[in-house]
T-cell receptor, first 114, second 116 residues
């Protein structure tokens, strides 16, 4: 069964450093998403991406964040200058035209900012 | 904006028993989806069940079923014959039905523990 994959599974970085989180969505899906979950809290939407552009972003997704689909298979989230409060689990999700709106999640990348 | 509320932070149930998790939501939309996702200790988000708002029939997936009350904006999850592997955090989520890639809005979650 196709699945969403994410790398790395765990990233440790120093405050102020740039990080890139990578996702490979399910191959025939057209809608891509990033969410984050701070430990012990609910899952929060960051950004959605469709037809090679951002379709919606939350107030969390400020100028420090960017997304890209560089090669037709990968979908990346870049954080330019990490802060301590960026420590969280980051989930990528994808959705196809069929499937009744279901978003399929990757296993997540745990980001730790020191 | 949509909001999703799960008023039970924690619940427990004995193995083989039935448990119901509550969820309410607020929206002015008429066309939307509702979901229950399960998050075990691995923190993977796993779809449990989906409901389309225009369908009056409640969704069922094996031991999992929902009670969808559109007028009351209520969407509860019933787990029958609970198993130890059902121990997880359960999130209720809402999504508008549109073509441009709508976000999921999650509730705060309910931690379910199934006891042997």
């Amino acid at each position: 069964e196709p699945e969403v994959t994410q790398t790395p599974s765990h990233q440790v970085t120093q405050m102020g450093q740039e990080v890139i989180l990578r996702c490979v969505p399910i191959s025939n899906h057209l809608y891509f998403y990033w969410y984050r979950q701070i430990l012990g809290q609910k899952v929060e939407f960051l950004v959605s991406f469709y037809n090679n552009e951002i379709s919606e972003k939350s107030e969390i997704f400020d100028d420090q964040f960017s997304v890209e689909r560089p090669d037709g298979s990968n979908f990346t989230l870049k954080i330019r200058s990490t802060k301590l409060e960026d420590s969280a689990m980051y989930f990528c999700a994808s959705r196809g035209l069929a499937g009744g709106g279901t978003q399929y999640f990757g296993p997540g990348t745990r980001l730790t900012v020191l | 904006a949509q909001t999703v509320t799960q008023s039970q932070p924690e619940m427990s149930v004995q193995e083989a028993e039935t448990v119901t998790l509550s969820c309410t939501y607020d929206t002015s939309e008429s066309n939307y989806y509702l979901f229950w996702y399960k998050q075990p200790p691995s923190r993977q988000m796993i779809l449990v069940i989906r409901q389309e708002a225009y369908k009056q029939q409640n969704a069922t997936e094996n031991r999992f079923s929902v009670n969808f009350q559109k007028a009351a904006k209520s969407f509860s999850l019933k787990i029958s014959d609970s198993q130890l592997g059902d121990t997880a955090m359960y999130f209720c989520a809402f999504m508008k039905r549109e073509t441009s890639g709508s976000r999921l809005t999650f509730g705060e979650g309910t931690q379910l523990t199934v006891n042997p």
